[in-house]
Nanobody, 123 residues
Framework: QVQLQESGPGLVKPSQTLSLTCTVS??????????WSWLRQSPGKGLEWMGA???????YYNPSLKSRTSISRDTSKNQFSLQLSSATPEDTAVYYC???????????????WGQGTQVTVSS
């Protein structure tokens, strides 16, 4: 059974970088052909796909967030991370990490999810 767990600060000040880590257990992040994704849901809004890093380390980003987003991984710890720079209150959301199977992106297929972590951007 694959399990994902998000971790990171729950409060970020405006203009700072929002950083989250997803720790994966029960499966390797280098296993073909999965992609490991970050998504978020803001109050009153739908689920937004932010980006992904796939099994060979290639990264993919939502064009609307690409200039502020970086996704990386640490294979020795079986973790992948999200950094979102220049945070604003509009980035306040529940952030999820998830494993994508045959496709990722806004319409991707995800079989395992983290429980989600609330991040608030506020001074």
């Amino acid at each position: 059974q694959v399990q994902l767990q998000e971790s990171g600060p729950g409060l970020v000040k405006p203009s700072q970088t929002l950083s989250l880590t997803c720790t994966v257990s029960g499966g390797s992040i280098t296993t073909s052909y999965y992609a490991w994704s970050w998504l978020r849901q803001s109050p009153g809004k739908g689920l937004e796909w932010m980006g992904a890093i796939d099994y060979d380390g290639s990264t993919y980003y939502n064009p609307s967030l690409k200039s502020r987003t970086s996704i990386s991984r640490d294979t020795s710890k079986n973790q992948f991370s999200l950094q979102l720079s220049s945070a604003t209150p509009e980035d306040t959301a529940v952030y999820y990490c998830a494993r994508a199977t045959t496709s990722w992106g806004p319409s991707g297929e995800y079989d395992y999810w983290g429980q989600g972590t609330q991040v608030t951007v506020s001074s």
